[in-house]
């Protein structure tokens, strides 16, 4: 079996269970899949998850951070300039912060704090979509290994890793 089929196989399978556990539990199945997108652009693994879910929970905390000091300040600046103010200052605290070496995946930061905007801005819903998305993100991976192991006589890398140029 091509190593592509496995991923799309456990991939579909992780997603399917994610969007009815989501939709059910009322989380946000938007920002769990940002996460799991997260996890994979941080190149997967266990090393992934926590490259990735760090980031993704930095971001959400500057939005919160965003969010309330723009609604703080809306009175004077109006809702427009206000949010326009802090979302210039979020995102340049995102770019300081990656000096961290925790926090130093930007993107997976501004996908957190775009997650918190997509999940109505509410935190808790948003945080834990995002960690299970990330543990997601890692099941799908190991349900590939597992995928590859029963279809294939070769012996497989222990990680998957994912390539986005496919032939």
Do not use: H
Request: with cysteine.
């Amino acid at each position: 079996m091509k190593k592509i089929l496995a991923i799309g196989i456990s991939s579909g399978i992780i997603a399917v269970l994610w969007t009815a556990g989501s939709v059910t539990l009322g989380l946000s199945t938007v920002a769990g899949f940002l996460a799991w997108s997260s996890f994979f652009a941080a190149g997967g693994s266990r090393k992934g998850i926590k490259k990735a879910l760090i980031a993704n929970l930095s971001g959400i905390c500057w939005g919160v951070v965003t969010f309330q000091l723009s609604k703080m300040l809306a009175f004077k600046l109006g809702d427009v300039g206000s949010m326009t103010i802090f979302n210039g200052l979020g995102s340049a605290g995102i770019i300081l912060q990656s000096k961290i070496t925790l926090l130093s995946f930007i993107p997976a930061s501004f996908i957190g704090w775009s997650a918190f905007i997509a999940s109505g801005m509410n935190f808790k819903i948003t945080a834990i979509s995002m960690i299970i998305g990330s543990f997601a993100g890692y099941a799908s991976e190991k349900l590939t290994d597992i995928i590859l192991n029963i279809f294939t006589t070769e012996r497989i890398d222990e990680n998957v890793e994912v390539d986005t140029q496919l032939d």
